[in-house]
């Protein structure tokens, strides 16, 4: 089992950034890649950003360019940067833990977190 749990939304003016945190707890080494994902209302929820063991970072064109995943192994925590916001990023965002690597379908992430919500105002 990993555990999960994102924190840092909240709300944000247009153009603003946000930095969200999820960390980590459990089999840990099970995991080899640590995603998110986000799901705006009425919307099904959607691949944003992956990082790989490896360090290989993979980004959904909505965000590429503005959003950045990084990690500290020393705390089991993965970060994403949020830059340039816009109201369309509004949405709640999950951070998902995966056995393998370089994947955007949800069907290959085994443990979610609770979700943080952020909103960007106009």
């Known amino acids: 089992q990993v555990q999960l749990v994102e924190s840092g939304g909240g709300l944000v003016q247009a153009g603003g950034s946000l930095r969200l945190s999820c960390a980590a707890s459990?089999?840990?080494?099970?995991?080899?890649?640590m995603g998110w994902f986000r799901q705006a209302p009425g919307k099904e929820r959607e691949f944003v950003a992956v990082?790989?063991?490896?360090?290989?970072?993979y980004y959904a064109d909505s965000v590429k360019g503005r959003f950045t995943v990084s990690r500290d192994n020393g705390k089991n925590t993965v970060y994403l940067q949020m830059n340039s916001l816009k109201p369309e990023d509004t949405a709640v965002y999950y951070c998902?833990?995966?056995?393998?690597?370089?994947?955007?379908?949800?069907?290959?992430?085994?443990?979610w977190g609770q979700g943080t919500q952020v909103t960007v105002s106009s």
């Open positions: 459990g089999r840990i080494p099970s995991t080899n890649a």
């Open positions: 990082m790989d063991r490896n360090g290989m970072t």
């Open positions: 998902a833990a995966s056995r393998v690597m370089g994947k955007s379908s949800q069907i290959w992430y085994d443990y």
